[in-house]
């Protein structure tokens, strides 16, 4: 297999001066709109959504990945769930932006605020950003987020991981997408990103243009689960996932 080649250093000028303009118009467009309707989080989280479908394709393409997505009718907004996705590159942000369905919250860690302008517009945007060093209270925000989407009848996207993989194979689960499968007895839908951290590598500024295919698998229903077998429901998800990225 021949290797990509990797992006050249006048077009990655280019690339990241059309992506930051792009990213940086529509994300204060949004913001404004979205501090326009402030009290009113369902709102936010749909401009959101728009937001994360103007930006997501284009930065996507910018990095040179090239998206393949023949699951894309089992991403439906009129079936809430929650959707879990390998995370083994900064392109899976734009990824998620681009693929999760309307009415869906997503879920970071509240380092994420620190990036300019993106933090403040993830956060406006209605989305959760937890504490990974507080566990109390990081299961505390996501049964506040379970209540929301259950009252608005909404999805979640969350990175189960927590953080990057470095060589593209799943690393340990958190367990926070299990308790809010529990808590709102939404189906778990697997997303898997494969070649994204080919196209993007962790941790690098670096880009080798190539195929970024989105395999969605079936719902995993959530309804009989309980907190006694928690481990072993992170577990039987993980393994799903990481059979479908062999």
């Known amino acids: ?36 309707a402030l009290p009113f989080r369902t709102v936010r989280v ?50 998620g932006m681009s693929l999760c369905p309307y009415g869906g919250c997503g879920v970071g860690k509240k ?32 049964k506040k987020l379970s209540d929301f989407v259950k009252a608005k009848d909404l999805s979640i996207w969350i990175w189960p991981e927590g953080t990057r993989s470095l060589d593209g194979k799943l690393i340990p689960f958190k367990k926070g997408f299990v308790h809010l499968a529990l808590a709102t007895g939404l189906p778990i839908v697997p997303v898997i990103a494969h070649g ?11 880009f080798y243009p190539g195929e970024v295919k989105i395999q969605v698998l079936d719902p995993i229903k959530t309804d009989e689960w309980n907190r006694e077998t928690l481990d072993e429901h992170v577990e039987e998800v993980r393994n799903t996932m990481a059979k479908a990225l062999t």
Do not use: Q
């Not at 297999?1 to 990655?12: N, R, T």
């Not at 994204?196 to 670096?206: D, G, I, L, N, Q």
């Open 1 to 36: 297999m021949v290797e990509a080649k990797k992006i050249g250093p006048l077009s990655f000028a280019l690339r990241f001066a059309i992506g930051f303009v792009w990213l940086g118009f529509w994300s204060l467009l949004c913001m404004c709109l979205m501090i326009l």
């Open 196 to 206: 994204a951290h080919k196209v993007w590598p962790a941790k690098t500024m670096s």
């Open 46 to 95: 749909r401009i959101g959504n728009f937001c994360g479908k103007v930006i997501g394709p284009v930065v996507s393409r910018l990095v040179g990945a090239r998206i393949v997505n023949p699951d894309s009718e089992k991403l439906n907004s009129s079936r809430p769930a929650i959707y879990v996705m390998n995370h083994a590159s900064a392109l899976d942000v734009f990824l």
């Open 111 to 142: 380092e994420i605020l620190k990036i300019p302008l993106f933090g403040l517009a993830y956060w406006l945007a209605g989305h959760l950003l937890i504490d990974r060093g507080n566990n109390a209270k990081a299961v505390a925000s996501m």
